[in-house]
């Protein structure tokens, strides 16, 4: 089955610095990449996904990145903002399941210190 | 707009009671929902897939007998802790997506916001 590792586990950002979270995947077959914010004591909601035929995509200061070949994606977050503090997923998915079967990442905890 | 509603947000039980929470989607009609179990500072992983009208899907090494899940409508499914022991103890949450549409569309998975079960 899938398998979706993600680095690093935590990490620590001043206040307008960038922040760049890494998975990868091992089921080539996965192709819809969702990435997730979750804060304390509450579920987990969608930031921005990427499907498998785009490289690339971006809102505002949040921007993914996937390498296919590679099998891994990344989160970048431009000009980070103490609010930008919470945990991190990224998760992968793929049409054989009808995209619902999602499977997680260990998650990354980012701190953004004013 | 579309939200995914869950209820309780936190209960506190005795070790050998029973516990349900509630899973409801808003605004939308949903044929399947998605149960997951998430441990602190854990990811999040899925214990069973929720079908209107029938029987619940789940993932290997979750037992149906302890974890009894019900979606008598297109906007409900419950997950009921049978005989919760402090093992149990951890944040559920569950998830849905309109029914008929695909994610192709743009239609995204939403998340309740979960569920702190804590057995004494």
């Known amino acids: 089955g899938e398998n979706v590792e993600q680095h690093p586990s935590t990490l620590s950002v001043q206040e307008g610095d960038s922040a760049v979270i890494k998975c990868t995947y091992s089921?080539?077959?996965?192709?819809?990449f969702p990435w997730y914010k979750q804060e304390l004591g509450k579920g987990p909601q969608l930031i921005i996904d990427i499907r498998s035929n785009v490289g690339e995509k971006k809102d505002q200061r949040i921007a993914v990145t996937l390498n296919k070949t590679a099998k891994h994606f990344s989160l970048h977050i431009t000009e980070t903002q103490p609010e930008d503090s919470a945990v991190y997923f990224c998760a992968a998915s793929k049409r054989s399941t009808g995209f619902q079967k999602l499977v997680f990442g260990t998650g990354t905890r980012l701190l953004v210190s004013p | 707009g579309a939200v995914v509603s869950q209820h309780p947000s936190r209960v506190i039980c005795k070790s050998g009671t029973s516990v349900k929470i509630e899973c409801r989607s808003l605004?939308?009609?949903?044929?399947?929902m998605f149960w997951y179990r998430q441990f602190p500072k854990q990811s999040l992983m899925l214990m069973a897939t929720s079908n209107e009208g029938s029987k619940a899907t789940y993932e290997q090494g979750v037992e149906k007998d302890k974890f009894l899940i019900n979606h008598a409508s297109l906007t409900l499914s419950t997950l009921t802790v049978t005989s919760a022991h402090p093992e149990d103890s951890s944040f559920y949450i569950c998830s849905a997506r309109p029914t008929g549409v695909s994610l192709l569309t743009g239609e995204k998975l939403l998340f309740g916001s979960g569920t702190q079960l804590s057995v004494l």
């Open positions: 089921d080539s077959a996965s192709n819809y």
């Open positions: 605004d939308f009609q949903a044929t399947t």
